[in-house]
């Protein structure tokens, strides 16, 4: 019988534990709790028969996790950042003290964007199956009996309803936004956002609690004996107090290195298809099953399309020979059209288009220099430029961009993209393209821009 | 029994620590609760994020683990050691359902009309590449299967001739 196991003991410091017996106060409330088994849990406790779940196995899975997580979580975090919260166009706008310390997204290195949001989406896919074996390996708990020996347990329990819901719901959302199926019918960043801090507290507290234990188990059969040891050699772990080990275990049918292999080939499969979509050249097609493992078509502008010209409701007369440019610079309001634009100096850079959804790609772009334009109206040193599109709706019909995104010498308003004019896709007769900037920023079809002076700033 | 320490373990059945991290997580989280609750669609908010939990503990895991008694009750397994039938199964199926769950938008065509918007292009292909990267699966698992059959049978009839 389950009860006539060790209870939890002083295995980690912190870890839930009162008196030998391990029930806390009112004790006769958690004792008659304990005594009063429903039906069908000790059948349940006899049921797991895997001999590999134990307190090793769960600690290989949590270390990989431990050690990537972080990644994914400040990753995530700077990308909120990268949209320019001090502009109040990162969403959720109002985060109150939920947030990283506000600074100016750098445009250098120019690839910046793209390693960041790359990493956070190709390791957030990766981990998939972590966190699968992760669960799998803890699974039993969930039906333990009793739920709790203390009020410390039951917090835990909550605080495990908070990871486990919590990144589940970052990796459902996460999942379902770069494949473009919005199912949940919620705003995907508020959700998101909010989420991944509840996620990130849950996380904290449980590698606080837990960390004591995971180094005892890791410590407790060494990796490299385990990595070589057979199935036909494989046993059960002895007993431990967290009662992962199965009361009954059957014969193994995989080894802990198979059952360690398995997570990790998981995972290197989907690392294989997903990477592509950050990959330029043949091996983007990897990315067999995502969205952005296939180029829109041949030549030069047959890169991948964030929302098209139809999707945006821009018609096509309105970036036809009457499309203008307005510049505005306080009271000074300069036209150009495109054969305008066109006669100032060009300048050609090539810049990776990142898109918040993880994918990226680098392309060799020409145009007018931002900052050109800006001087152009009058305000050399801007504090800010508020850049419009053709776009009548949408999230990013306009973008505000801080100084130092207008100032860097390869900002352009590109009018061509290795070397041939922009396609209606990708914007137009103008768009902008800003080193480091989240490609959603990077306004298309561009109506308007207006540089705003130190003072009106 | 006296000390603050020993009666904060023996009542609330853990250290220090152990409470301030676990409830300043569980204020955390009131706290953003709270803040949503305003939202008109903080329900379904909430709906996901106990319904993701559900549908993990209490479908897909049953879901896996069931398939998976039925693979060996169907494959039945000999222990020693011969080269795992059931393994060679396992690890194609596993990988394939991993694919499904992962790209399940695109294979099954969810979102049709956004995924078109934002990219220009229709879910059509999806479906194909999985199956292809299935059957793929499968073929590489059994040709495994096969060399090391082969490859133990030749050890054994060697170890045979060498006896005879
Ligand atoms: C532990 C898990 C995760 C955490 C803590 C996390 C955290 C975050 C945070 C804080 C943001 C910024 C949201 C904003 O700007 O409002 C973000 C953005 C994003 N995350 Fe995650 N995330 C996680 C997992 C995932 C996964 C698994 C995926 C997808 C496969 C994903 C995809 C995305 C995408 C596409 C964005 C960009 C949204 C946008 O700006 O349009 N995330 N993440």
Known sequence: MATSRPGPDAGGIDAPTSDADGYGTPRRFWRALDRHRPPGVDAADRSWRSPLRGPWLTAVYGTALLVTLPLVIVTGLLDYAAYGPRFDQAFPSDVGWLRLPTFDWPTRPSWLFRVTQGLHVTLGIVLIPVVLGKLWSVIPKLFNWPPARSLAQVLERLTLLLLVGGILFQIATGLLNIQYAYLFGFDFYTAHYFGAWIFTGAFVAHVVVKLPRLITALRSRPLGAELRTPRAATRPEPPDPDDLVAARPGPATVSRRGAVGLVGGGALLLAALTVGQSLDGPLRRTALLLPRGRQPGPGPNGFPVNRTIAAAGVRPEQTGPDWRLILRGGDRTVTLDRPGLLAMAQHTAALPISCVEGWSTRQTWTGVRLRDLAALAGVADPAAARVSSLERAGLFRTAMLAPNQVLDPDSLLALRVNGVDLSPDHGYPARVIVPALPGVHCTKWVAEIDFQGRADG | ?164
Request: positive net charge; without cysteine; hydrophobic residues 55%.
């Open chain 2, 1 to 164: 029994m006296g000390d603050p320490t020993s009666r904060l373990r023996a009542g609330y059945g853990a250290g220090s620590r152990h409470l301030i991290v676990v409830t300043a997580a569980i204020v955390l989280a009131g706290w953003v609760a709270l803040r949503l609750a305003g939202e008109a669609t903080a329900g379904r908010m909430l709906l996901w994020f106990l319904g993701a939990v559900i549908a993990h503990d209490l479908v897909l895991f049953p879901l896996y683990a069931t398939a998976d008694r039925v693979l060996r009750a169907l494959v039945r397994h000999r222990a020693g050691n011969r080269v795992a039938l059931l393994n060679h199964l396992r690890v194609p199926a596993l990988a394939s359902a991993l694919l499904l769950l992962v790209f399940a938008p695109g294979i099954l065509r969810l979102g049709e009309t956004t995924h078109l918007a934002a990219t220009g292009q229709d879910q059509h292909p999806y479906l194909a590449r999985w199956l292809q990267l299935t059957a793929a699966l499968f073929v590489l698992s059994a040709l495994t299967y096969a060399l090391r059959a082969l490859a133990r049978r030749r050890q054994s009839s060697g170890k045979r001739s060498e006896r005879a």
